[in-house]
């Protein structure tokens, strides 16, 4: 086996560790501290959800426009090791509102690290085709999903509270470790800090266009999602947890199935790509609301994780080739922003459903992200030629 090749593995199996490590660490957080603050009233759980996403909402723009030029691993590792004191702080038993204090705090500092990450994921990956990197990183998430809900609640009841955000605190150093290691890696191949880049690839008003309705998509699905629990407990009461046990993994192995998919589909254009799989994940959405039960749950959610990922997958590859390696901190800054906005939007308009009414939430979120998600397609037609594939 040749030297570079065996170092190309070495890598690649070091980047995909350590993104595990860290979507995982988070999944035994989130479940910590929801169970934690359970006890204080929904209230509180609430809370903890906009605490992680508003300041998203209001700092991504500015964190891309500041991390344009700068190298990836210093910067990740100063954040990284940043979001490790904070999680030290958290396990102290802190007050309710403290807790969703320290939390925002904690999603500020994982804005600057979340930005740079997906900024630097192809150069990282050592790939030339974006979407193998973003496919990649979607593996290591999906596979966090099922391995850190089952983490997280071993710790939290060997280790309590505490322990679980101890454990979440060393995979954020574990992160700040490979930042250090991967120090002397330029955003752009080839170019320090100081010298000319190559400006950006292409980002034209139908491109714009097109990410406006997929946050759309977005808005509806993250409001539908909140009405899942109860969709499971009305409609198949006797066998609730485990059904959204089964269907969350149903999920995941799609996610799985559909990111090593998303590679080879790369020839495709993003925006026709972009509607056909948004269309599956809103006609996915839509059936489980007609027809709620574990068959078409399960069976669904398989093919709804898979198309999910190749949208996810599609979209972070079109911004970064729209905007270039040099501004594609900028680009992925700005979309952290807006798809937390859609997030917190789809959350507020369909919450106040999704108890008595989860059914009927899940048929108009689904049909509200098919509609927009087709609505793309003109857009594909009418840009085919204009835009980079």
């Known amino acids: ?5 065996s170092r190309h ?20 957080a989130v479940f910590a501290l929801t169970f934690h603050l359970a006890s204080s009233g929904a209230y509180f759980v609430a809370a903890l959800q906009i605490a992680g996403l508003l300041p ?49 705090l904690l999603a500020a500092v994982n804005t600057v690290s979340a930005t740079v990450v997906s900024a630097a994921l192809p150069v990282l990956a050592d790939t030339d085709v974006a979407e193998k990197a973003y496919g990649f990183a979607q593996s290591a998430s999906s596979l966090a999903m099922v391995l850190g809900p089952l983490a997280g609640s071993a710790l939290f009841a060997v280790l309590g509270v505490r322990g679980a955000l101890l454990a979440d605190a060393a995979t954020f150093l574990a992160v700040a470790a490979y930042g250090v290691a991967v120090r002397t890696v330029d955003l752009v191949p080839g170019h320090g800090e100081t010298d000319d880049v190559p400006a950006r690839g292409g980002l ?13 998509v977005i808005a509806a699905t993250a409001g539908t999602d909140v009405a899942f629990v109860f969709l499971v407990r009305e409609h198949v009461p006797g066998s609730a947890v485990a059904v959204f046990g089964f269907a969350t993994a149903a999920w995941a192995v799609g996610i799985m199935a559909g990111s ?73 800054g700005t979309f952290i922003a807006g798809a937390n ?20 939430t899940y048929t108009v979120g ?23 594939a």
Do not use: K
């Open 260 to 332: 090593a998919l998303a590679g080879s589909l790369s020839p495709v254009h993003p925006v026709v790509r972009l509607a056909l799989s948004g269309s599956v994940i809103g006609a996915v959405y839509l059936v489980c609301g007609l027809a709620p039960g574990v068959t078409v749950l399960l069976s669904t959610f398989l093919v709804g994780g898979a198309a999910n990922a190749v949208f996810n997958t599609t979209l972070r590859a079109a911004l970064y080739r729209m905007a270039g390696p040099a501004e594609a901190a900028r680009a992925f």
């Open 204 to 216: 034209t008003g139908g491109s714009v266009l097109a990410v406006g309705l997929v946050f759309v």
């Open 1 to 5: 086996m040749p030297a570079s090749l």
């Open 56 to 104: 998203g909402v209001l700092l991504g723009r500015y964190v891309g426009g500041r991390l344009v030029g700068h190298r990836p691993g210093p910067v990740l590792a100063t954040a990284s090791a940043a979001q490790a004191a904070a999680a030290v702080v958290l396990s102290f038993g802190l007050p309710p509102e403290a807790v969703v204090g320290c939390v925002a």
């Open 9 to 28: 593995r070495l890598r690649t199996a070091l980047l995909f560790a350590v993104l595990l490590v860290s979507a995982g660490g988070d999944e035994v």
């Open 341 to 360: 906005t859609a997030v917190l939007c789809g959350i507020v308009v369909a919450t106040p459903f999704a108890e008595g009414t989860s059914a009927w």
């Open 366 to 388: 689904g049909a509200a992200a098919l509609l927009a998600a087709l609505a793309t397609l003109p857009v594909a037609l009418r840009t085919r030629e204009g835009e980079p």
